[in-house]
C-alpha cells in the first residue's frame, strides 16, 4: 500500500508542495475534502467589497487556482497542452480537496469547450483555461457560447498563435476572442487574475447578461512569475450558481431533446433565418452592454485612469503593456513629463464612453502593445473618433513575445510631444485629428 | 528620485548566474528594497549561455521581463565576450549611457576596437573584478564566483547589506521552499559534499562575497555610503 503511493509520489514535479499534485498520503480518519465543506457562502457584495484580505506572494496560476477555490465551481476541464500554464494542474489539486465538483481531463480543446458548453447547459458553473494555439483550436467552441447564452468562466494565457512560433507572451490571440460576442477581461498581473475570475463568474451568470467571460493575460509573466495578491480567506466562497433562475432554461438531462435548436429556419437560409439571427446576435451584444453595470459594481469599473487631468501626454494600455507604462510614466516624471496612464482591464464591453470623457482635452495618446496588430489602438482610434483631437500613437509594439522595453515607449512620448519623427513606430500607424493627412496617405490605402 | 538599477547577468551554465541574481534580489528584499528576476536560458547544460535579469530599486517595480536596456551588465565568464556566449551580442548591447560593465577576469581584456570605441562613446565605465580568482583564494574553488559578484555588485548599487546578503546565502542554502531546476538541484549536490557540510559551505560563501563587496569598496566602485566590512557577519545561528 504505501509502495504503491510512494512510486506514485514519484511522477510528480519535485519541489513546491503548492504546485506539487501529489496525492496526500493516505489517512483514513481525515477527510480530504473537510475543509471545502467547512467554506462559508458569502454575498458577492462582501465577497469583493468587504472581506478583509491577506497578502500572498504566488503565481498568476496559483491565482487563478484560488480565485476558483472561491468561486464554488462544479465542473472543471483540462486539455494540457504546450505551451499551457500550471492552471489547469492545479485546479485539478482544488478537485482533490473537494473545492470543484467534477474534474477531468478532455481529449483536445474541441472537445473540452464543446463539453464545457454542455456543462454550463445543464445548468452547473464551469471553469477551463487555454493558451496560445489551444485558445485558437477551442475558437469554434468558444465563439458559439456567447451565442448560445452559456455562462462560463474561461482562463486565456496568450503565448503567441502567428509564425514563427514563439511560445512567449504575445497576446495577438486576443484579437479573435473580442469578436466572439463574449465579455473579455485584460490582467495585468497576479491580483487582476485572481479579481477578475471571480467577478467573472458572478457577471457571467447576472440574467441580463448570461454570457461566458473570457479572462486574458499575456502568459508567461503573469502565469509563471509570482507577484502579490491580496486574496479573501479561504473559508469564504461566493454563492454557487442558480440554474433554475437563470434567464435560459437549463438541459433537461433527464429528456434531452432530439434536437438543441427548437426553431427549424435558424438552420435554413431564407429571410427569417437571417432575421433571427441578426435579433440573436444583437441581443448578445446588447447583453454585452448589459454587463457595464455589474464590472463597475464588483470590479471597480472597465479601466483605471492615473494623473490624467493636465497631463502632457496619455498612455492607454491593458495587460503587460500598462505594467511596462506604469515605469514608462515614471521615466517620463524624471525627464519632466507629466504622462497619464490609462489601463484598460475591459476589452469587451469596451469603455467607450470613459475614453470619450478622460481623452477630450488630450493632445498625445500612446498605445502601446504585444502584438503586430495594435487591436487596441484601432478600439481606442474608434471609440474616440469624433471626441477627440489627439495624435494617436499605435505603438510600440513588440512581437513573438518579447519583453516590451520601457525606453521604448518613453521615445514615443518624447517624439509625439516634440514632432520628432518616431523611430520605432510606422507612420501607418499614426492616427488622430492633428495628424496630417499626406502623412497617413499609406496608412488609408492600406486600409 | 527612485534608485533603481536594472541588471542584466550573462554567464555560462554552471556559474551559479540564476542563483546569484536569486540571493542578490533576496538581498536587496532583505535589506528593505524591492527587487524582481527573470532567469533566461535554452537547455540546461554546462557552458551553456544563460542570462538573468535582475531589477533592484527602492521603490515598487512594476516592470517585467527581460531587460534590453540595462544600467548594470555582469558577465560572469570571459567567454561570454570572447566567444559570443551570450543571448545579448555583443556584450554590451543595449547598455545605457554612463552604465556599467562588471567583468569577471583578472585585469583588462583586450577588446576589439570597434567594441572599445563604442563602449567609450557611450562612456561605459568598465569594472574588471577577479571573481573567479578571488572565490579560489578564499573558498578554494571556484565555485563561488557569482558570490564575489553578487558582494561586488552589493556594494556597487548600496541597495542592500552584507547582513542582507548573508541572509540570503542563508535562505538560499538552508532552504525556504526555494524551488529549483534538476539541474540546480544536481550541482546544489556537488557544491555541498564538497564542503563538510552546510555551516561551511555558508561560511565560505559568505567570505567570498565579503571580499567581492571591499574589493568594490576598495577600488571606489562602491555606492558613496558603502564602507568596508571587516571580519565576519556572525553566522553561527543558522
Known sequence: MSEALESEQKTNPQGDPITSVAAPKADAKKDPHAEAKRQKIVTPEYMFHEAPRTKEFITGSEAAKEAVRRSSVDLAIAYPITPQSETMQLIGVLYGEGYVKEYYRGEEEVGVMAAIAGGSRAGVRCFTATAGPGTLRGLEGIASWPGHRLPVVAMFTCRVVNAPLAIQPDNIEVSYLINSGMIVFHAENQQ????????????SEKNDVTLPVGVCCDG????????YVRMQDRGLRLPPREAWRGAVPVLDAENPPARLSRDAPVQKSNFMAYNIHAVWQQEVWAAVERSRKY??????????????????????????AAAQSREAVRLCKEKGLNVGLIKVRSLRPFPTKELRELCGKAKLIVVPEFNYVGWLAKEVATAIYGFSKAKIIGGPRVYGGQSMPVELIVDEVESGLTGKKSTNVAMSQIMGGTVNPDEVAHFMRSI | MAKRFNIRMAGVGGQGVVTGSHILSTAVINAGGESTIVPFYGSEKRMAPVESYVRVSDEAIYEIGEITFPHIIIIFHPQVITHGKSYTMPFYFGLKEDGIALINNDGPMKLHRDQARELEERRAKLYYFPATKISLEVAGMDLATNMALMGCIGAITGLTTMAGLDQAVKDRFLGKGFVVSGGTAALDSVVERKFKKKQELIEKNVAVMRAGWNYAVDHGWASPDVKRVEEPVATANA
Not at chain 1, 220 to 227: D, I, K, L, S, W
Not at chain 1, 295 to 320: C, F, H, P, Q, R
Open chain 1, 220 to 227: 508567461f509573466f503573469v502565469t509563471h512569475a509570482r507577484g
Open chain 1, 192 to 203: 487582476d487574475m485572481f479579481d477578475f475570475i471571480m467577478a467573472g463568474f458572478t457577471i
Open chain 1, 295 to 320: 464590472i463597475n459594481k464588483y470590479m471597480g469599473g472597465l479601466l483605471t485612469a492615473e494623473n490624467v487631468e493636465g497631463a502632457d501626454a496619455l498612455i492607454i494600455a491593458s495587460g503587460s
